[in-house]
Nanobody
Framework: QLALVETGGGLVQAGGSLRLACAFS????????TAWFRQAPGKEREFVARITWRDGLRNYAKSAEGRFTVSRDIAKNAVFLEMNSLEPEDTAVYYC?????????????????WGPGTQVTVFS
């Protein structure tokens, strides 16, 4: 079974930046979707960004467009989420997820593999 671990969360002042990393191992010529979700207390888990492993095709939620950048490093077996201009509304637990479908999925139930999450807290 595929295992994922997120790192890079923490406290950051509003307007600052963080870079999250998700480490996992894939040995395949097929393309996979690697996605970031987040969940704030009392709210549903929501889609943030996605990148395909082989071709590096990206998709973003409107809340992330223009501020966040998702990328991957095949040699390091990792995907990243660079978050800039952070706002208190970005405070949440951020999760990495992997799906073997090439379709763009923005709901959590479509993903088969999840990391334990990393906390991001943005303060004013």
């Amino acid at each position: 079974q595929l295992a994922l671990v997120e790192t890079g969360g923490g406290l950051v002042q509003a307007g600052g930046s963080l870079r999250l990393a998700c480490a996992f191992s894939l040995r395949t010529t097929s393309d996979y979707g690697t996605a970031w979700f987040r969940q704030a207390p009392g709210k549903e888990r929501e889609f943030v960004a996605r990148i395909t492993w082989r071709d590096g095709l990206r998709n973003y939620a409107k809340s992330a467009e223009g501020r966040f950048t998702v990328s991957r490093d095949i040699a390091k077996n990792a995907v990243f989420l660079e978050m800039n201009s952070l706002e208190p509304e970005d405070t949440a637990v951020y999760y990495c997820a992997v799906d073997d479908s090439l379709e763009l999925h923005t709901i959590p139930t479509a993903y088969h593999y999840w990391g334990p999450g990393t906390q991001v807290t943005v303060f004013s």
